[in-house]
């Protein structure tokens, strides 16, 4: 078994005993406007009403006991990013850091601020491919997302194949709630099927498409992915930009927060609160006698 506190706020009120001790009569008036109550008690020499205001302490702070903590069973969103790793993607994003590196980065922490969402990573270039199917495992992600370069699958951007791999990702998956990512910094001018084609079978699977443009992205073109499939486009300047868009993606799609339950949860508190009273009573009978 294990303890717990339901308010351990009020635990903050424990070092005021030592006031039985070491203040004086006067100065224990600002805690106990009836210190003539105390009157039997040598305060500097008797334990038990240090005892008894450690127990009515610790009956307020609630405690209880518990075997386990059951954490609830609450899916999150199933999300795919779909990332342009072409021959652009080298180059530098205002400053000397390439866009890629950057990306990779944000993505990173984004990732990391998602807690149950299952999430997976498509790369992109001339061809794509699903780089990581939908997991939990945001560690692996990590690893994986680390040894990415630029020019891995190519130097053109097939943008139409990177959605439509995003969406073979997101079909492994029964969630009720599926976003696809695309971010890239090209025009659409590689693969063998078109972005209309992408968005048309993602609205028909219910997917959510976001689009995150950089440098010389086709800017209308990933206005009309996100629109079309219910979602919104981003540009990124820089890498500021890029952080406020992923922040933003986090509030426009927020995961839920794991919550649990305590197993057999036994309180503590009316049996600390019994002694206190008992031993107060105690006191009081011996200060009127």
Not at 47 to 57: I, K, N, R
Not at 121 to 149: C, N, Q
Not at 201 to 209: F, L, P, S, V
Not at 214 to 232: E, P, V, W
Request: charged share 25%; with cysteine; proline share 3%.
């Amino acid at each position: 078994m294990k303890i717990a506190f339901e308010h351990p706020w009020f635990l903050a009120l424990l070092p005021l005993m030592l006031c039985f001790f070491q203040c004086k009569r006067e100065n224990l008036k600002i805690y106990f406007a009836k210190t003539e109550l105390l009157s039997r008690f040598q305060i500097r020499l008797t334990l038990l009403p240090t005892l008894t205001f450690t127990l009515f302490v610790l009956a307020l702070s609630t405690p209880f006991l518990y075997s386990s903590i059951k954490l609830d069973d609450r899916k999150g969103r199933d999300l795919v990013l779909a990332l342009d790793a072409s021959g652009s993607m080298e180059e530098t994003l205002y400053d000397e850091k390439s866009k890629f590196e950057v990306v990779k980065s944000m993505a990173k922490n984004f990732f990391h601020r998602r807690y149950d969402d299952n999430i997976g990573i498509v790369i992109f270039g001339s061809f794509a491919y699903i780089a990581a199917p939908l997991t939990y495992d945001t560690k692996a992600l990590d690893f994986l997302i680390d040894y990415l370069e630029p020019s891995i699958a190519g130097n053109n951007t097939a943008i139409g194949d990177g959605l439509w791999q995003g969406i073979e990702a997101l079909k492994a998956d029964k969630a009720k709630e599926k976003v696809l990512i695309l971010i890239t910094d090209g025009h659409h001018n590689s693969g063998s099927i078109s972005p209309r084609q992408a968005v048309e079978r993602a609205k028909k699977e219910g997917i959510k498409i976001y689009t995150i443009g950089l440098g010389d992205a086709d800017k209308n073109l990933l206005k009309q992915i996100a629109t079309k499939s219910g979602g919104k486009f981003f540009y990124a300047k820089n890498e500021e930009d890029l952080k406020q868009i992923f922040d933003e993606l986090n509030s426009l799609e927020p995961s839920p927060i794991r919550s649990g339950s305590y197993e057999n949860k036994h309180y503590l508190f009316p049996y600390l609160l019994f002694i206190a009273l008992f031993l107060l009573g105690f006191e009081l009978y011996r200060s009127f006698r």
